[in-house]
Structures are given as C-alpha cells and as structure tokens.
C-alpha cells in the first residue's frame, strides 16, 4: 500500500482532529502529496498540498488557518492537522499524489492527473 489515510472519526463543532496519511518512502521523499475531501453531493477537491520541493504547505481559503500539514519520515506518515473544525468540513478524506510532481500547483486541486490514492477516511463534524 503506497498510501493510507485514516484518522478519522466524529468531532463536535470547534475541536480538533488529526489525520494521517502513511506513505512509501519514496512518495515521501520524492513526490508532492495532497490531502482531498469530498461532501455527499459535491465534487472532490484537493484542499491541500505539501511540496517535495521545498516541503512548502498550500491551502484552500476555506481551511487556511485552522488545517496544518506535517510531514514524519520516521514515521512516514503527512499529518492533516485540522482546528475550529466546522459542520462544513465534514466529508470523507483522502490523501493522493500525482508521480513527479515536485511543487504544489495552485489549489484546489484537481483529481484528474492524480495517480496514487490512498483509501478515504470519514469525518463528521457535528454536536
């Protein structure tokens, strides 16, 4: 499994959640990985992305502020940090990369061209 995202869970509106992405090492080392969301009747979009170039973080408007990434290579593992988290975030995550993109493009991203998914994980935001 090149990648695997989880973490996910039920979390009253203004707390937090952290996700995890697991990632080979040479997604970690060599490829810019995005976190994605998509909520029941909207499309999927890439909401954020950490650069292998230069390990840059890039966000949305919309969570820029309250979500953070990191990356571990002990671990191996990119974390989504995710604060003040709003009803609206609620969606299932995933985390992608596209191979030898070195820098994040613009966002949100896309899911075409993306060609390594991990499998998705549910957040629910709700009191």
């Known amino acids: 499994v090149q990648l695997q995202a989880s973490g996910g869970g039920l979390v009253q509106p203004g707390r937090s959640q952290r996700l995890s992405c697991t990632a080979s090492t040479l997604i970690l080392d060599y490829y810019t990985v995005f976190w994605f969301r998509q909520a029941p009747g909207k499309e999927r979009e890439g909401i954020a992305c950490?650069?292998?170039?230069?390990?840059?973080?890039h966000f949305v408007d919309s969570v820029k502020g309250r979500f953070t990434l990191s990356r571990d290579k002990t671990e191996h593992k990119i974390y989504l940090q995710m604060n003040s988290l709003e009803p609206e975030d609620s969606a299932v995550y995933y985390c992608a990369t596209r191979r030898y993109l070195n820098l994040c493009p613009p966002l949100p991203a896309s899911p075409v061209g993306m060609d390594i998914w991990g499998k998705g994980t549910q957040v629910t935001v709700s009191s």
């Open positions: 950490i650069s292998a170039g230069d390990s840059s973080t």
